[in-house]
């Protein structure tokens, strides 16, 4: 069985998602062995493989969503249940329904809101300071609809974060970008992870190199076997990302 550490530099702080002897999969379906994981806070991780090596399905396990087949999961931070912001892979959205950048940045309130409870002043006014932080404060009134591909991800990363996530978790959140958009997403999501150092972040990507300059480590996941996982200077130093990191810039899946 594998024991998934965290970095070293926040290897002190308690857990704020733990699986223990996991073994992850779908219905009777295993797709791992069993292993362990820690997810601290100030973790900024990225988890890669190829497709069908049960990337979305280990996210899923930690968000607590899909309960592992066996071993146990805990969640749990300064007492209480651990809050996960989501950033899902594309948001598709009727368009017949003209929400703005602010409505979309509000519905990460809903969850935490009373049934018919209205949003109010105070949550507006949070929900525009996080788009000031992603960098669309100027786009709140305008239709989601019609913002840029980035521009429709910061949206969708300001509503995970309206939610006081303690652990944000997005699943290749810049798969349809290009390359400077690309960019951008991560630059943001650094800067997110300094400012912010008790949260957690966690992010399924596609592309590795440039996320690798923000991440503080990388586990990697194939079918069939036990996640591997280390600091990012270990893993680009060895033989793990090398494969992927030709598929990846190659044009593979």
Do not use: C
């Not at 939610?163 to 349809?176: F, G, S, Y």
């Amino acid at each position: 069985m594998r024991s998934l550490e965290s970095h070293p530099s926040v290897a002190g702080s308690p857990p704020l998602v733990e699986l223990r002897a996991a073994v992850i999969g779908h219905g009777r379906r295993a797709l791992t062995p069993p292993f362990d994981f820690a997810l601290r806070p100030g973790d900024f991780t990225l988890l890669v493989g190829p497709n069908g090596a049960g990337k979305s399905t280990l996210a899923r396990t930690l968000m607590g969503v899909l309960p592992p087949l066996a071993g146990a999961r805990t969640a749990t931070a300064q007492g209480r249940p651990v809050r996960f912001g989501y950033v899902p892979q594309r948001e598709r959205l009727d368009e017949l329904w003209p929400f703005s950048t602010l409505d979309i940045a509000l519905m990460g309130a809903v969850p935490r809101l009373r049934p018919f409870q209205p949003f109010g002043r105070a949550l507006e006014r949070r929900a525009r300071a996080v788009l000031a932080q992603v960098g669309i404060a100027a786009l709140a009134d305008r239709p989601f609809r019609g913002l840029s591909g980035g521009q429709q991800q910061r949206a969708l990363i300001a509503r995970a974060l309206v939610a006081e996530p303690d652990v944000l978790v997005l699943d290749e959140p810049t798969n349809h970008l290009d390359v400077p958009g690309e960019r951008a997403v991560y630059e943001l999501l650094g800067a997110l992870h300094r400012a912010e150092p008790a949260k957690a972040i966690f992010v399924i990507a596609h592309h590795i190199e440039p996320a690798l300059p923000v991440a503080t480590r990388v586990v990697v996941m194939r079918p069939g076997e036990q996640p591997r996982a280390g600091s990012v200077a270990e893993m680009v130093a060895g033989d793990a990302l090398a494969d992927l990191r030709v598929a990846a810039w190659g044009g593979a899946a």
